[in-house]
């Protein structure tokens, strides 16, 4: 008689890049991995939010949690999203009285939260390649735009401690240049220039988000990861 192996279902919390932006929702990643997959993922979503869409789904059904991290600079003050892409004059006030430290224990804070509450294991990874000050287990080293400029043969040659599309456009630059400069190296503007000349290229389109072969190839990746946490 055969055996039945329940399938293990997973929970998925994230932005647009996991949501599926500018493609099918039938084509995001999620429908690619061979799990029985559940994603709230909402796209504009700040990394509270991502926080917020696990507490609020999140239960003992699931065998595996995964969380999509935005970019960290999206940062809601009072119902107010302040972020590098953006003119609002709030919004330049507010990051000349934060710092780059400010902004990473804020990141830490969710990420400490969805932690302490799971009671499965998490696979975490940043969509842009944000760099968290501790180093948490099953955090995946390379990002989602990394893995996808890797594999479409445009590795990135400069650092950057977080990014986001569009930080060097004028409407823009007033909020992310003052900032840069005091905490980013004398590179941060190459940095950001070899990663807005990937789109659109192989895995991306125009905005910037995966298209549907960056989503597959995503997903193949992920479900390596998967299958290595979930014993």
Same mark, same amino acid.
């Given at each position: 008689?055969?055996?039945?192996?329940?399938?293990? @279902?997973?929970?998925?919390?994230?932005?647009?890049?996991?949501? $599926?932006?500018? =493609?099918?929702?039938?084509?995001?990643?999620?429908?690619?991995?061979?799990?029985? =997959?559940?994603?709230?993922?909402?796209?504009?979503?700040?990394?509270?939010?991502?926080?917020?869409?696990?507490?609020?789904?999140?239960?003992?059904?699931?065998?595996?949690? +995964?969380? $999509?991290?935005?970019?960290?600079?999206?940062?809601? =003050? #009072?119902?107010?999203?302040?972020?590098?892409?953006?003119?609002? #004059?709030?919004?330049?006030?507010?990051?000349?009285?934060?710092?780059?430290?400010?902004?990473?224990?804020?990141?830490? %804070?969710?990420?400490?939260?969805?932690?302490?509450?799971?009671?499965?294991?998490?696979?975490?990874?940043?969509?842009?390649?944000?760099?968290?000050?501790? *180093?948490?287990?099953?955090?995946?080293?390379?990002?989602?735009?990394?893995?996808?400029?890797?594999?479409?043969?445009?590795?990135?040659?400069? *650092?950057?401690?977080?990014?986001?599309?569009?930080?060097?456009?004028?409407?823009?630059?007033? =909020? %992310?240049?003052?900032?840069?400069? *005091?905490?980013?190296?004398?590179?941060?503007? @190459?940095?950001? +220039?070899?990663?807005?000349?990937?789109?659109?290229? @192989?895995?991306?389109?125009?905005? $910037?988000?995966?298209?549907?072969?960056?989503? *597959?190839?995503?997903?193949?990746?992920?479900?390596?990861?998967?299958?290595?946490?979930?014993?």
């Amino acid at each position: 008689m055969q055996r039945l192996v329940k399938m293990a @279902k997973i929970l998925v919390c994230g932005d647009s890049w996991t949501a $599926g932006y500018g =493609v099918d929702p039938s084509e995001s990643w999620t429908n690619f991995i061979d799990y029985d =997959v559940v994603s709230v993922a909402v796209s504009g979503a700040s990394n509270e939010d991502i926080m917020n869409q696990f507490l609020d789904n999140y239960n003992d059904s699931y065998d595996a949690t +995964i969380i $999509g991290w935005s970019g960290i600079t999206r940062i809601r =003050v #009072d119902n107010f999203m302040n972020w590098f892409c953006a003119v609002e #004059d709030d919004t330049i006030e507010y990051f000349k009285n934060v710092s780059l430290s400010d902004i990473l224990d804020n990141w830490e %804070t969710y990420i400490q939260t969805v932690l302490s509450t799971a009671t499965v294991p998490v696979l975490q990874y940043s969509v842009f390649g944000d760099i968290p000050k501790v *180093k948490h287990k099953n955090f995946l080293e390379s990002s989602y735009l990394e893995f996808l400029a890797d594999g479409s043969n445009n590795s990135f040659k400069y *650092k950057i401690p977080m990014f986001e599309f569009d930080w060097l456009n004028e409407k823009n630059y007033k =909020v %992310t240049k003052p900032f840069a400069e *005091k905490y980013f190296d004398q590179n941060w503007e @190459k940095a950001c +220039i070899e990663r807005e000349n990937i789109r659109p290229s @192989k895995y991306f389109q125009s905005c $910037g988000h995966p298209n549907v072969a960056g989503h *597959k190839q995503w997903a193949g990746f992920i479900n390596n990861q998967i299958t290595r946490i979930i014993k």
